[in-house]
């Protein structure tokens, strides 16, 4: 039974380089996913989220995330400009992502910084539409001003894409279906104390979502340790895109549905939201 991981950073450090993306990649293989969407965070990894998307025959989104807008330039969204027309025919890249609003972290919350953060979002919204690829959106804590700009800034057919680790309101989880977004599912409907988060996983219409890991972040519970453990030497469990297929078991307790029929409907789900995935699934 074969899955896709519709977000998950193989770049990331945590994972410790090159050779060693290659194994979480080979293991997630054999656990059954067969697809990963690789979403880039600033300029410097844009090319190697490319050559390990390439490399696997997996999928990659340029762009720059809300959490490096900080130290991002004008310079960088005329270089993402340009890398979108440079790749606009490699059926690898899928999306313009992560991108997004991040009002959680208390320096991206000054006056400054979000007003920075906002132009870089609508900046990476007009280039997303003028490259005619669907967003992979960053939502924390800002889902009412992402959806303000999605409706203020037209894209010719239309949005497609994902609201990634979506944790909102149910009206917000509405608006963004309404758009043309698949909502983003993973670790954190895993744990029992998440109740607004599984009660919108088991009520949304199954058509809206899709699976991810967000690896190596959000762990499920069966891996995450709490910070006093963490304190104590007891390491945290490392999330990887292997951890798919169980994440999906919970969804579909969750949903009281076979998990077949839930694998059918993410895997379709997938491609409506990345229409590109289709060529190379």
């Known amino acids: 039974m074969a899955w896709i991981d519709t977000h998950c950073h193989l770049d990331a450090p945590e994972f410790g380089g090159a050779d060693a993306a290659d194994a979480v990649r080979r293991a997630a293989r054999e656990a059954g996913v067969a697809h990963c969407v690789i979403p880039a965070v600033e300029a410097a990894n844009w090319d190697t989220v490319r050559t390990l998307a390439q490399r696997w025959g997996d999928s990659y989104c340029l762009g720059i995330h809300p959490l490096y807008v900080p130290q991002a ?17 490699d059926p690898c890249l899928v999306a313009v992502g992560e991108i997004g609003l991040d009002f959680f972290v208390p320096g ?54 994902i609201a990634h680790a979506f944790n909102g309101s149910l009206v917000q989880a509405h608006a963004f279906i309404d758009l043309g977004f698949k909502l983003g599912f993973g670790g954190a409907l895993t744990f029992e104390r998440a109740l607004q988060l599984r009660h919108l996983a088991q009520t949304l219409p199954l058509e809206a979502l899709v699976l991810e890991t967000d690896a190596p972040d959000i762990p499920p519970h069966w891996l995450y340790t709490t910070a006093q453990a963490r304190k104590d030497g007891v390491p945290q469990g490392r999330n990887t895109p292997a951890e798919i297929p169980r ?13 077949a029929e839930l694998r059918a409907a993410v895997w379709r789900n997938a491609q409506t939201a990345l229409p590109k995935l289709a060529a190379l699934l």
């Open 73 to 89: 330039t004008e310079v960088d969204l005329q270089a993402l400009a340009a890398q979108l027309r440079l790749h606009r025919d």
């Open 108 to 161: 991206l919350c000054t006056p400054p910084m979000r007003e920075k953060q906002e132009f870089f979002y609508r900046t990476q919204l007009q280039l997303a539409a003028t490259a005619g690829l669907p967003v992979v959106l960053h939502v924390r804590r800002s889902a009412d001003r992402l959806l303000k700009f999605l409706r203020e800034t037209r894209s010719p057919a239309g949005w497609t894409g």
């Open 247 to 259: 994440i999906a078991q919970v969804l579909a307790q969750l949903r009281g549905m076979e998990l």
